[in-house]
């Protein structure tokens, strides 16, 4: 496996190998909590929108998760990287790498509407400073779309009952509310993820359903750190896991 002079290769979560770009955006806490909050479905057909490295892919496969995954990507260095890094881990064959603008995609593409939908969209809106990296700007900021744009492109491949997960900001909270209203996705779960249990959240879980009913369950909040750096025992176990547990389930 060749491993370019702009790249890194690292050992992740999972005992995977994960090639990165040295100016792109790292496997970061964000993508392992969503991949973690997606539930088991042995059988699914997935997509991940913005997929990058394919690090939740990645995940979602060695946990037997899903059964094949389809990774859109807009930047065509990062569409080969998922290639690269499928085939490294043993997954070619059951991770697709797409070279497509998530604004462009329909279910003609994965061959059919899919079971789960997945993305870590970029959170920033944009602003007149770009990134010095324009790999890091176009994975951060919405230069090439936004949350409706993701909302809408999840709502267009899922099936009817399909889950689309998602992780946000929570000070944007009201935008992703609207975007899944009008892709017909009806937020079922959501999460708050604090850093310290006296700081407010950071970041936002959500799991919503293709044609569902309106109600939603409020999970207990996720907390990060008990002090300093170290880890919360209900982190550590989603660590040690890949899965949330029952408490974050509906009851």
């Not at 997606?38 to 059964?67: E, F, H, N, Y």
């Not at 006296?198 to 936002?204: E, W």
């Not at 907390?223 to 974050?248: A, N, P, Q, R």
Request: overall charge negative; some cysteine; hydrophobic content about 40%.
């Amino acid at each position: 496996m060749n491993i370019n002079n702009d790249e890194t290769l690292t050992e992740v979560n999972d005992g995977l190998k994960l090639i990165q770009k040295q100016d792109g955006l790292t496997f970061g806490t964000d993508a392992y909590l969503l991949a973690a909050y997606v539930r088991r479905q042995t059988r699914a057909r997935a997509a991940d929108l913005g997929s990058g490295t394919g690090i939740m892919p990645l995940l979602l496969l060695s946990r037997k998760k899903v059964a094949h995954v389809h990774a859109v990507e807009l930047q065509s260095d990062f569409a080969d990287i998922i290639g690269r890094n499928a085939e490294l881990n043993g997954f070619d064959g059951l991770l697709t790498p797409h070279l497509a603008d998530v604004r462009d995609i329909k279910t003609e593409d994965f061959g059919g509407t899919v079971d789960v939908v997945l993305s870590n969209p970029p959170y920033m809106k944009v602003t007149g400073k770009a990134n010095e990296s324009e790999r890091k700007n176009i994975a951060r900021h919405e230069v090439a779309g936004g949350i409706t744009d993701f909302c809408n492109a999840a709502g267009r491949i899922l099936k009817h009952g399909g889950l689309f997960y998602t992780v946000w900001r929570p000070d944007r909270l009201c935008e992703l509310m609207d975007a899944l209203a009008g892709a017909g996705l009806e937020v079922k779960r959501m999460t708050f993820v604090h850093s310290r249990v006296d700081l407010p959240p950071c970041l936002v879980l959500c799991e919503a359903k293709k044609g569902a009913a309106s109600g939603v369950y409020v999970t207990p909040p996720l907390v990060m750190y008990s002090s300093g750096t170290v880890y919360t025992d209900t982190l550590t176990k989603i660590y040690e896991t890949g899965d949330f547990d029952e408490s974050y389930q509906k009851p």
